[in-house]
């Protein structure tokens, strides 16, 4: 039977007690499920340390000696087992205190030790080791490279641990290597030089030498990559397939903004919105994601779009993820189109809008009098109906998911399908994405494979780049007396605190002390101070305030993260910057540096940093680039941990590549995939059967959650 076809419950070493847990931890139910639960690391067997070697705290071990002395403290459940182990020429200590009845040393025996070492007090000693008589050493445990699985709490706990896994493993390789069917093509394996199927799994879990290891692991992860490009890219292929509204047309409303805009667009602006227009007039429905560092200027660009949107007869919306976000986006689109007068009508629709208020919105979208509603979530609700909507805009905070964008579609193609015989019913609208800040260039492949890309790569000119310096906690004096100088010069400063999810009533007592704190410092000046928990209302006024210059200075959360304009203000303070990740830093400090004066962004930590944290604020004193902080914060942290877009945005759960590292892999496999389906976008064709077949099987799979961005 093939072992994709086998219940794991009748494997060797299972049972229907284990094979429940195996199911219910990690979605194992076949053989096959098992054999792709791969190793997180591998320990080489065939090397013997000596004492004097050791000083890497965290790898795993293994030393020949004896144990020459050995005593037992405390009674009962405290009861401890120490010994001293020699090497013949240094030696460490051993340490049981659990089983301590059922460790039997003897002297002059010589003994393979295997365990992991941390040091106390220049001593290292080793807490539960593997003992083993060196007599009853057999020559596998000293060969080759030893696979160590994931196990959780409950497996642990049924005493599933990495050696039961590696043995259930280990029991099932030689049905494995009798050959199992490969879900890649002959063709592609030899183009990428991959291994089968069958060897790559074998050599994953006990490689012949390292460099099989790495290759079994290359081959592995060029799949698991492979599949997901594949299944991202024919989404793409389907959706390039919708129809789309027609807006060929370059009118007046676009015509009458550009020539009132007080400054030429930039180059970059420009080709961008060539690009995007392309896809308006091709009678294809535009997926597009817009790229652009900070302060690139990528408002103007979607106000733009929506206006050639708007003069081709359609409506258009702007989704912003905040309300603070979407009221300025309002302020700042009424001003650019102040001198159009009334030829463009644009409102506004947050959570906070008052029934009242609502109903002349719903009927300006339902009669077509408004031209384009800016807003949040408050859009999607069921009762905002179009007349005809055909452009959205999606300005997306970098936390705001390919589930969520998944759902706008789905809603915006309902919303056209039910404004009653329009135009071109069951049309989806042209659906731009804008990112808040730029995200590396494996992310953009994988959470927005799906969509065509266009990049803002150049700011404004006149801009100074903003200078950045990181200063100890302790420094405030002289931090306090740049701001004084900064507000004389008739700048405005903004503060920012970090905040802490756990206890929300703490962090709301750090922003006040700060805000006492401040208005103690600065007698003198006006603060205005605004946090996630106040009235929308109240939030608004506090940044009009500080907009308008009547405060200079604004203490606030990371409310202010993401869009927030007021070009007056030079200096942004971040305090705690050690508890901020790098691409929240970059947005924070791209609050500042948006007029034409030289901005400042001052760090302050702690003392004492981590050397994470170190490199953190090295990189942001260090550069300016957002594409280059977006790919360092990908090293530092990696993938599965980055703020935003992967925990809410990656539907994908990587089983072994990984984004940060295999970013070449990730190139080749998203080729692949792409030459396999320009040649058969649906694949129909028989030789393609494998890859059909494989998509169905892990997307019914438990572990991939495709379902959700087709
Ligand atoms: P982003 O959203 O990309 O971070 P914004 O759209 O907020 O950037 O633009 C930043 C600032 O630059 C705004 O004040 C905007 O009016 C201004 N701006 C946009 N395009 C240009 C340009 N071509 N020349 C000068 N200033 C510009
Ligand atoms: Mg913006």
């Known amino acids: 039977m093939e072992l994709s076809q086998r219940d794991i419950t009748y494997c060797k070493n299972v049972g229907a007690k284990r094979a429940d847990i195996l199911r219910s931890e990690l979605g194992v139910r076949t053989a096959m499920d098992m054999v792709r639960q791969y190793p997180y690391k591998y320990i080489d067997r065939s090397r013997f340390y000596r004492i004097a070697e050791l000083d890497d705290e965290d790898t795993y071990v293994q030393i020949i000696g004896e144990v020459t002395e050995w005593h037992t403290i405390g009674i009962g459940k405290a009861k401890r087992l120490s010994a001293t182990f020699f090497d013949g020429t240094h030696q460490c200590e051993l340490v049981w205190f659990k089983g301590v009845q059922y460790v039997k040393l003897q002297r002059g025996v010589k003994y393979l030790l295997f365990g992991k070492p941390s040091r106390f007090q220049h001593v290292f000693n080793f807490v539960h080791p593997e003992l083993t008589p060196w007599s009853k050493v057999t020559p596998e445990m000293t060969q080759g490279l030893e696979p160590y699985y994931n196990t959780t709490e409950k497996m642990k706990r049924a005493n599933l641990n990495s050696k039961a896994v590696r043995s259930i493993i280990a029991e099932l390789m030689p049905e494995l290597k009798a050959g199992v069917p490969d879900t890649i093509g002959a063709d592609v394996l030899q183009r990428y030089r991959l291994m089968s199927l069958t060897e790559a799994l074998a050599n994953v879990h006990f490689p012949r030498d390292t460099q099989y290891m790495q290759n079994a692991r290359a081959r592995l992860k060029f799949e698991e990559l492979f599949y997901i490009q594949l299944?991202?890219?024919?989404?793409?292929?389907?959706?390039?397939?919708?129809?789309?509204?027609?807006?060929?047309?370059?009118?007046?409303?676009?015509?009458?903004?550009?020539?009132?805009?007080?400054?030429?667009?930039?180059?970059?602006?420009?080709r961008v919105i060539r690009e995007i227009h392309e896809d308006m007039k091709s009678g294809r429905q535009m997926n597009r994601l817009l790229q652009g560092d900070v302060g690139s200027g990528k408002t103007l660009v979607a106000l733009l779009c929506c206006l050639l949107a708007v003069d081709n007869g359609y409506q258009a919306c702007i989704m912003a993820p905040t309300e603070i976000l979407a009221n300025q986006h309002y302020e700042t689109l009424k001003a650019f189109l102040a001198p159009l007068g009334d030829a463009v009508h644009v409102a506004l629709l947050t959570g906070s809008t008052s029934a009242k208020n609502r109903a002349p919105i719903h009927d300006g979208l339902i009669n077509g009098t408004i031209h384009i509603l800016i807003g949040t979530h408050a859009l999607l609700e069921d009762n905002v109906q179009w007349q005809n909507l055909g452009f959205v805009v999606i300005d997306?905070?970098?936390?705001?998911?390919?589930a969520q964008r998944a759902k706008l579609w789905t809603k915006?193609?309902?919303?056209?399908?039910?404004?009653?015989?329009?135009a071109m019913p069951g049309c989806p609208p042209h659906i731009l994405v804008m990112t808040a800040t730029p995200i590396p260039r494996t992310l953009a492949m994988t959470v927005y494979g799906d969509l065509q890309v266009s990049v803002i790569d150049e700011l404004p000119p006149g801009r100074k780049p903003v200078q950045t310096v990181h200063y100890s906690l302790q420094r405030r004096a002289q931090v306090y007396s740049f701001v004084r100088k900064q507000i004389q010069e008739g700048r405005q400063v903004y503060v920012v605190f970090p905040l802490i999810k756990e206890n929300e009533k703490l962090d709301l007592q750090d922003l006040q002390n700060g805000f006492n704190e401040l208005c103690e410092a600065f007698p003198e000046y006006r603060i205005s101070m605004v946090h996630g928990q106040m009235k929308a209302s109240d939030k608004d006024l506090q940044m009009q305030r500080f907009a308008s210059g009547e405060t200079q200075i604004l203490v606030a959360t990371t409310v202010i993260e993401v869009g927030v304009n007021v070009p007056n203000a030079t200096v942004m303070i971040i305090q705690n910057a050690e508890r901020f990740g790098l691409s929240q830093l970059h947005q924070l400090r791209g609050r500042v540096g948006r007029g034409g004066d030289q901005s400042y962004c001052l760090l302050l930590t702690?003392?004492?940093?981590?050397?994470?944290?170190?490199?953190?604020?090295?990189?942001?004193?260090?550069?300016?680039?957002?594409?280059?902080?977006?790919?360092?914060?990908?090293?530092?942290?990696?993938?599965?941990?980055?703020e935003g877009t992967l925990q809410s945005g990656t539907p994908f759960d990587l089983h072994i590549a990984n984004l940060a590292t295999d970013s070449q892999l990730l190139t080749l496999a998203r080729q692949a995939a792409m030459d396999i389906l320009d040649q058969d976008p649906l694949l129909e064709d028989e030789r393609n059967r494998i890859y059909k077949r494989q998509l169905d099987f892990l997307r019914i799979s438990q572990s991939y959650n495709w379902g959700e961005i087709s």
Do not use: C, W
């Not at 299944?231 to 015509?255: C, D, S, W």
């Not at 309902?414 to 329009?422: K, L, N, S």
């Not at 300016?624 to 980055?642: C, K």
């Open 606 to 642: 702690r003392n004492e940093l981590t050397a994470d944290t170190r490199k953190r604020m090295d990189i942001m004193v260090a550069t300016n680039d957002g594409f280059r902080i977006a790919e360092a914060d990908l090293q530092l942290r990696g993938p599965g941990d980055l």
């Open 231 to 270: 299944q991202i890219l024919r989404t793409m292929k389907r959706r390039e397939q919708n129809p789309g509204y027609g807006m060929p047309a370059v009118g007046r409303r676009f015509h009458a903004l550009y020539r009132s805009l007080p400054f030429p667009l930039t180059e970059a602006q420009k």
């Open 396 to 402: 997306e905070q970098h936390r705001f998911g390919v």
């Open 412 to 422: 915006s193609r309902r919303v056209a399908q039910d404004g009653d015989g329009y």
